[in-house]
């Protein structure tokens, strides 16, 4: 049985609203918006029921917290610890993010630039490296959270800098990549740990909005690029049987069609200005259902987006892929990078097309601020997901893909900046802060 922890950032803060740097600074409480915010995260939640809640001990968390506690039915009661604080920034907290730019040219681009090179030399002469001190803490926070809650449902409720060091520890994405995952104020994301930190661990969504009344992460200050929404085709017969779908054209039944109208509907009054699809039939019907709600957008099919052959295992159920290939399916399950399919692709070559085709749609449209929806498959979906992290094949079931999920890749500068993962497999609009589509197999 997993470990599921549901993470959440504060709300919105005083300090937020100044625009000044927090850290351990503890004058920064929730604004009206906050406390608001932390109520609608509350309603969210309330289907769910928590075996133990913990929280950083800074007010504007803490409040958070109590808030989103007095809106559950049964809650635990609350848990503080200093490892769930945000980044020390000693130097910095306090001041507004221009006066930090100001004085600290140097240090602030390193932020930027190089996170896990940020260097602060203290009055004392020590030199203290912020984020390789926060990482730390985040190891250790989770060595004792699984350590102790082993098979249960823990809320964590925390801020962003902390959140992102959790997360990236336990997927083990390195620090230099630190600005890589956006976590807004109250975002919601959710993961599932098979054990210990270490062993497997899925980030099932990552960063969800839209219980805030905002279907998808606001874009960033200053962005210029193009924004990409990731969409997994909806349910087909196969998905629910759970069979190896890979490229056998299966098409959408029942149910996937009205994955795709509820996925529509829930970007109806996002701006779409292009559309790509794989070519098989599953996509390109989630994407024809989904642009009647924006009439005019072109959609272009790309066969580098086709799913992952499987070869011999199509059409088949584990059971009798385990008979016929016994010991292949688990090591496909554990370590999918060194699995040749019979008859089928590796993931490498799954890899290089994927991410050639994503490269291609990144390359069309970064002239211009602009949004992009792709339609695809669970295994594309994967690896461009890991692409666009900082990862590699070996970390390919890290990423859950719900049928009808939303993915939002954000390009702030088009496609020579480091592409920012701003919200990952949103299921709210099919009903549920969970992902429950069918596991089904890829």
């Excluded at 606001?218 to 929404?229: A, E, I, S, Y």
């Excluded at 996925?263 to 699809?277: N, R």
Aim: proline fraction near 6%; charge should be negative.
């Amino acid at each position: 049985m997993s470990t599921r922890v549901i993470l959440v950032r504060h709300g919105e803060s005083s300090y937020n609203a100044e625009r000044r740097v927090q850290g351990h600074c503890d004058l920064s409480s929730l604004t009206d918006k906050g406390e608001a915010m932390a109520t609608q995260v509350a309603t969210a939640l309330q289907e769910l029921t928590f075996d133990a809640v913990y929280s950083s001990p800074l007010q504007r968390a803490k409040r958070t917290a109590e808030i989103i506690l007095s809106g559950l039915t049964t809650p635990p009661p609350l848990q503080t610890t200093d490892d769930l604080k945000e980044i020390s920034l000693p130097l910095w907290e306090g001041l507004p993010f221009t006066e930090v730019e100001a004085k600290y040219p140097d240090e602030f681009q390193d932020w930027k630039d190089q996170p896990h090179k940020l260097k602060m030399t203290l009055p004392d002469g020590t030199e203290f490296f912020p984020i390789a001190a926060l990482f730390e803490q985040a190891r250790r926070f989770w060595q004792t959270l699984l350590s102790d809650h082993a098979g249960q449902s823990i809320l964590v409720v925390a801020h962003s800098g902390i959140n992102r060091s959790l997360i990236y520890s336990a997927i083990s994405l390195q620090p230099e990549h630190y600005h890589r995952f956006q976590i807004s104020n109250c975002g919601i994301s959710i993961l599932n740990f098979a054990g210990e930190l270490g062993q497997p661990v899925q980030i099932e969504s990552l960063n969800m909005t839209s219980h805030l009344g905002e279907a998808l992460p606001n874009l960033r200050p200053k962005h210029q690029g193009p924004r990409l929404l990731l969409v997994r085709h909806g349910e087909t017969e196969w998905n629910r049987q759970g069979r190896f779908q890979g490229q056998i054209d299966v098409p959408l039944n029942d149910n996937g069609r009205h994955q795709a109208e509820q996925a529509g509907e829930f970007l109806k009054s996002v701006p779409i200005d292009y559309a790509v699809t794989s070519s098989m039939s599953r996509p390109r019907e989630t994407a024809e259902i989904i642009l009647k709600h924006h009439p005019g957008v072109p959609l272009a099919l790309r066969e580098d987006l086709r799913e992952i052959s499987h070869g011999l295992w199509e059409g088949k159920f584990e059971a009798e892929i385990e008979q016929s290939y016994p010991g292949l399916l688990h090591q496909w399950q554990l370590h999918p990078e060194t699995v040749q399919m019979p008859e089928g692709e590796n993931l490498q070559q799954v890899w290089e097309r994927a991410i050639a085709g994503w490269n291609a749609i990144v390359q069309a449209y970064s002239g211009q601020p602009c949004t992009v929806m792709v339609v695809a498959h669970d295994a594309i979906n994967k690896a461009i997901l890991c692409h666009v992290s900082g990862l590699g094949a070996e970390s390919f079931w890290n990423f859950k893909q719900g049928n009808g999920a939303v993915s939002v890749i954000d390009y702030p500068t088009g496609e020579t900046s480091a592409p920012m993962l701003m919200s990952m497999n949103i299921t709210t609009h099919l009903g549920s802060v969970l992902d429950k589509t069918a596991a089904g197999a890829l």
